[in-house]
């Protein structure tokens, strides 16, 4: 693993402040190691090509359909080439040799461009950051006119601090669907993240199938829930991915030197296994007879109560771990990764210290307790898992009652599992709720829909160190990366979810490349500020705090024929995705809202349908996302609302739209 000892860190930090890290100026995104402007500029134009062999060659192919939409004009791939203006990619065994395969090094000159890669994936990085070189309008998905293409003169030397660089994404809560999951990995190689872990199994749904056992996913990926047709929603709720659609997004992970890990927790979170298996649960216990929601998803409800039903496999049933050993020899089959990640946290033991079968379990094995209980049951998985030539990873709640230095350890809690697992010899990931947990609101402002308790703001994602400065080398060697993730009972729309994560996943991107010693909270905001932008330009739902009011409603709108329309010319700036929040303010009656649509000289152009309500003290999905791909200088845009009054007439409040 690249991790630079203390001293090698000191270095690098007293030779970039004489190197002068222009990749601030230059807002790239995470900051690379050392970079230094010159004078000057490259055109990129019809004429330029670029110079690269074999899977080099594929690198700038996939660079290419990533500009070409913006560009109108396609860019050629050549093995050789006299060409005046031309870009270079080369494979560098020294750049290897010396700080990896993702690391790369990148000379513009007016007429040529050479980009030294350590590998194949430091060819792909580099090629990210030459995206980011360009202007901001590189990003759009729509070929625009009258755009002045051109890099400036730069050199750059590139590596990555840590090995893992990961996102969780919790689709058991709520499932998304595979252009989804294909999206988040688009952005996350934009930011050079290179693990997605899919947490695919929990209480709330199994979205994985699995062909020796189909009806895991026949029963545990479906809840019902209670019918609302006016608000759209009626019968089951779920979804699951097929084996093929998971070799596709592997596939496509791969493309972008993204590692899929799979997660099947286990022994806890398993209602929706012990829904489909209920013999597996604890002969005493009782199993709730369905898959639970969680909170209020899709509508409010009880919360789970974990005397309510088991939510753990019986630790003491034989049968339990072949079961296991066919569901992991099928993992294997779809996931190259060398992980398999089993969960293990927040097992409600209660239930194994009742139960006859897991305290003679305790008695045969000799053990002390149901924690030494936990740590005997990840060991058999643990062995499992070896035969399969596979690794096991786990929640630091498996380091409880003991567990073999072979296991490695995602440290959520803080990273205390992590400052324990690297004393035990065992390698870590931190992924820890206190800076990388973005189902926490990220603000306090009124128009945020609200998510899980507690606060995680831009600034303290950024500003979370997870790593002591006292740590001794031989223990740092140990921690494998960091970790961002995503828990979603409460956003159950993928437009909130990207609203939760970016840009709060561009500082533990940041984080997890950059060295510590670059950080700068007020400068890494002017960095984002600008990459918001890009982000704009992509059509990604991202978090901005500044709104406008553009309109506001009143009982005597909800009365008209002509219903909520509203000329918003005067406010749109660029194309982009808009986000629209409607806030009740006065009167004895809400608002139910049905859609929101752009109009462009009176014809809809882009809209979101789905229901929502503001009323006094309650909100409900009241946030629009209208993607506007396109903005015509000389049009008509305005905003149509369709609402009606919820009881009543009486209602007055106002109507914010967030720019990009």
């Known amino acids: 693993m690249i991790y630079r000892t203390v001293l090698f860190m000191i270095c690098i930090m007293v030779h970039t402040s004489l190197f002068a890290n222009d990749g601030k100026t230059l807002n790239l995104l995470p900051l690379p190691v050392e970079v230094k402007l010159g004078t000057g500029q490259f055109q990129l134009n019809e004429e330029v090509v670029i110079i690269a062999k074999n899977s080099l060659a594929l690198e700038a192919q996939k660079f290419i359909e990533k500009v070409q939409s913006a560009l109108g004009f396609k860019i050629n791939i050549t093995e050789d080439s006299n060409a005046e203006t031309r870009i270079y990619l080369i494979?560098?065994?020294?750049?290897?040799?010396?700080?990896?395969k993702e690391s790369y090094k990148i000379n513009v000159s007016t007429k040529i461009i050479t980009i030294k890669a350590g590998g194949d994936e430091g060819a792909f990085y580099a090629l990210q950051t030459l995206r980011q070189l360009l202007p901001t309008e590189i990003f759009s998905r729509v070929e625009l006119k009258n755009i002045d293409w051109t890099i400036p003169c730069v050199e750059i030397l590139d590596y990555p601090r840590f090995d893992w660089r990961g996102y969780m994404l919790d689709v058991s809560r709520t499932f998304a669907d595979a252009d989804y999951v294909k999206h988040t990995l688009d952005i996350m190689a934009e930011h050079k993240m290179n693990v997605f872990h899919w947490h695919l199994v929990d209480n709330n749904g199994w979205r994985i199938e699995i062909k020796k056992h189909p009806w895991l996913t026949e029963k545990g990926a479906w809840r019902m829930q209670p019918n609302y047709p006016k608000r759209g929603i009626t019968g089951r709720y779920g979804g699951f991915y097929t084996q093929e659609q998971i070799r596709d997004i592997v596939a496509y992970a791969k493309e972008r030197h993204i590692t899929v890990l799979p997660e099947i927790d286990i022994p806890g979170h398993s209602t929706a296994l012990l829904h489909t298996i209920p013999e597996f649960a604890c002969p005493n216990a009782k199993t709730t007879g369905y898959v639970r929601f969680f909170n209020d998803f899709p509508q409010r409800g009880k919360p789970f109560d974990k005397h309510e039903g088991s939510n753990a496999v019986c630790a003491g049933n034989d049968e339990v771990f072949p079961f296991f050993d066919e569901i992991i020899e099928e993992l294997v089959s779809l996931f190259p990764c060398e992980y398999i990640h089993i969960g293990g946290d927040e097992v409600n033991k209660e239930w194994w210290e009742a139960c006859p079968k897991c305290q003679q379990r305790i008695r045969d094995e000799g053990l002390s307790d149901s924690d030494e209980l936990q740590a005997y049951f990840i060991k058999r998985l643990e062995s499992i898992i070896n035969t399969h030539n596979k690794k096991l990873i786990g929640w630091d709640e498996i380091l409880e009652g003991g567990i073999t230095k072979s296991s490695t350890i995602m440290s959520w809690r803080g990273n205390r599992g992590a400052l324990t697992a690297v004393q035990n010899g065992q390698k870590t990931v931190i992924a820890s709720n206190q800076g990388y947990y973005f189902q926490k609101d990220q603000t306090d402002n009124p128009l945020h829909p609200k998510q899980w308790p507690g606060m995680l703001t831009l600034q303290t994602a950024y500003e979370y160190e997870p790593i002591p400065l006292n740590m001794p080398q031989e223990q740092m060697d140990l921690v494998l990366g960091i970790q961002s993730a995503l828990w979603t009972p409460f956003t159950n729309k993928p437009d909130l979810w990207d609203l939760a994560v970016y840009p709060r996943n561009f500082a533990v991107s940041e984080n997890a490349w950059s060295e510590s010693g670059h950080k700068n909270w007020e400068e890494f905001q002017q960095r984002v500020q600008k990459h918001r932008l890009r982000l704009a330009y992509e059509g990604v739902a991202y978090w901005r705090e500044a709104s406008e009011r553009v309109g506001q409603w009143t009982s005597e709108d909800l009365k008209s024929p002509k219903g909520l329309?509203?000329?918003?010319?005067?406010?749109?700036?660029?194309a982009g995705k808009y986000l629209i929040v409607l806030d009740h303010t006065t009167g004895t009656d809400g608002l139910?809202?049905?859609?929101?649509?752009?109009?462009?000289?009176?014809?809809?152009?882009?809209?979101d349908?789905?229901?929502?309500?503001?009323?006094e003290g309650s909100d409900k999905d009241r946030m629009y996302f209208v993607d506007l791909q396109s903005l015509e200088k000389d049009a008509k845009y305005e905003l149509e609302i369709g609402a009606s009054g919820f009881g009543g007439m009486d209602s007055n409040g106002d109507i914010h739209m967030f720019k990009p």
């Open 91 to 100: 494979l560098d065994p020294q750049l290897n040799s010396k700080y990896g």
């Open 565 to 574: 329309v509203i000329d918003v010319t005067s406010f749109l700036t660029q």
């Open 592 to 607: 139910e809202i049905r859609s929101v649509k752009f109009l462009k000289n009176g014809k809809p152009i882009a809209s």
């Open 609 to 615: 349908f789905h229901y929502g309500t503001t009323e």
